[in-house]
């Protein structure tokens, strides 16, 4: 079976699939590699280092044209997809629930398609496989490091023959990978550092990190399942903005790390909250989308300067801008996904298993993940209905 690795074409993009050090695993295990030609140039993994590896570096059309696999990092894009063809399978990050209609088109076209979004992370035997964790992880520590340097004064307290310099004080909101992650690089900084989830577990993780737990006077709890948060009622998320505003005002630097698969992230800072902050304090939105953000008037991919002098930062694809480290991460996850759906040298599916039940997208023509398959059944009703 021939595994390709293509390279991305998304803007700002610069991870790549599968890594040097990752190759020698998949041919051990009887598969051919495929790197097309540059692919992890922007990740400073060289044509050069695959071929010592083990892959056969090739072009564009060679590998579309004979891979049964393809890899990829993010969701393949027009030229990509009208390159594959019937009997192929694409895995990566393919985000179904947010464009449902690409995988109507990768069943239109006759190819498997396997997003890693989609894997059932309680299960432990797929925290290898996790990638939306270990890219969270990257972009959780990025996120400190934008924000140390967006912001105007010094993260630690200094003691100079110039002065003293108080810490910054750092709230982050939502302290899941990302967050926790966040958090640690923001104490490892020196700053003085907060954090606040709607999940009460979550305090605990917080203060082993020498951090603060920020608890509301009215407490909301949106544990969901398997440790996960679920959506909050409009009256428990008016009460938590406003509760929040007040903690808000008080910190320097906000970073947010909320997001949805598929939907609209939640609002956490208001235009009143912003509004209150001091000139020269710095926001990093982690959940800046095209959908929207965590933070009233964020844009994903832009930094906003508000009239009272406030820094919000829509930070889109974070783990991008660190893409070796990314990169490292990402490949150990696909790999261990791949092999788990290798069975005697050919993807094997079947979507009674647990796990292939989440991240199998696309197969045999069809749309066979359930969720996906219910907003694109969604979608045509309402076409219908206009």
């Known amino acids: 079976m021939k595994v390709a690795v293509v390279k991305e074409s998304a803007p700002g993009e610069r991870r790549v699939a599968l890594v040097p050090e990752t190759v020698p695993r998949l041919v051990q295990a009887g598969l051919e590699v495929l790197v097309e030609a540059g692919a992890g140039d922007s990740a400073w993994f060289p044509d050069s280092a695959y071929t010592a590896a083990g892959a056969a570096v090739t072009s564009t059309d060679n590998l579309y044209a004979t891979a049964d696999v393809i890899l990829t990092v993010t969701r393949p894009d027009a030229a990509a997809l009208a390159r594959m063809h019937a009997g192929q399978a694409v895995i990566g990050m393919l985000s179904p629930l947010t464009d449902p209609n690409l995988a ?64 910054a004080k750092l709230l982050v909101l939502g302290t899941g990978v990302a967050g926790l992650q966040a958090i640690g690089t923001a104490r490892r900084l020196g700053a003085q550092v907060s954090g606040y989830d709607v999940r009460p577990a979550s305090k605990g993780e917080v203060e082993s990190l020498g951090a603060t737990y920020i608890e509301l006077t009215s407490p909301v709890s949106a544990a969901g399942e398997g440790g996960y948060a679920r959506e909050l009622t409009a009256e428990e998320r008016d009460a938590q903005q406003a ?66 002098g406030v820094t919000v930062i829509g930070a889109q694809n974070l783990a991008a801008a660190m893409p070796t480290a990314a990169s ?26 647990e796990i292939q039940a989440g991240v199998v997208v696309t197969h045999g023509g069809e749309v066979v993940h359930p969720a996906v398959a219910k907003l694109l059944a969604a979608e045509s009703t309402t076409s219908q209905g206009s």
């Open 104 to 167: 109507r088109d990768l069943a239109a076209a006759g190819v498997t398609a396997v997003s890693l979004d989609g894997l059932p992370r309680t299960l432990s035997r797929t925290q290898v496989m996790d990638a939306l964790s270990s890219q969270a992880n990257v972009a959780g520590y990025k996120a400190a490091l934008v924000a140390a340097d967006a912001y105007g004064r010094f993260f630690p307290l200094l003691i100079t023959a110039a002065g003293t310099a108080r810490p």
């Open 243 to 308: 509760e929040l505003a007040g903690h808000i005002a008080r910190h320097d630097v906000v970073i947010t790390t909320a997001q949805v698969p598929g939907r609209r992230p939640p609002l956490l800072v208001t235009e009143d909250a912003v509004r209150a902050m001091s000139a020269g304090s710095v926001i990093v939105d982690m959940g800046a989308s095209p959908l929207g953000g965590n933070v009233a008037g964020s844009v994903a991919g832009e930094t906003i300067v508000t009239p009272n």
């Open 328 to 353: 490292n991460a990402y490949s150990r996850n696909i790999s261990a996904l791949l092999l788990q759906l290798v069975s005697e040298g050919a993807l094997a599916i079947d979507t009674t298993d």
